[in-house]
């Protein structure tokens, strides 16, 4: 759910089981684990505090959404969301141009072949849906296996995480040069 303003505990329990998910419109602020994570109204409270006082957050709109249990990969960072078998996809006109794992702070981890297969599949359903010139979909794989979306963004706005900008620039190069 979008909230113009942050929501009361309350309605967020009258919208979601816990726990949630919370975080600005845009963007989190550095994946900060207390400004993201509700488990309880003491959660709430903190990241609540955390949003109306961070310079990243106070400004958004507040988004709450579900917490879906992820795979999770070993390492992160402390303090921050734990990291999670998570992609990010860059599509330029409909066309995947660059794919990388999302946490560059976790060991290293990569998909195989399948995986890579049936999650581009689950994020292609979301760059039709979206129909963005330049879109970033991010996508997790859920602790029983399932794809899911993340959330989608802005490829003028979005970190490159584990992808290579200079392959996403040479390959929207190419399409836009054979396009042209």
Known sequence: MWYQQPPTFAEVEANFTLPVFVK???QTSKHQAAASIIRSSEDFATALKIFKSDPILHWQDFVCRELLPLRPIAGGAKGKIPASYEFRTFW???????AG????????YDW????????????????????????????????????????????????????SPFAIWEAIARAETLDG
């Open 24 to 26: 600005g419109s845009r």
């Open 112 to 163: 195989t072949n399948l995986e890579r297969q049936e999650g581009l599949a689950v994020a292609k359903r979301a760059v039709d849906a979206v129909d963005c010139a330049f879109v970033v979909i991010d996508l997790a794989q859920t602790t029983e296996g399932r794809w899911v979306i993340i959330e989608c963004n802005s490829g003028m706005e979005s970190g490159y995480a584990g992808a």
């Open 101 to 108: 794992r999302y946490w560059f702070e976790a060991e290293s």
């Open 92 to 98: 330029w006109r409909g066309e995947l141009v660059g």
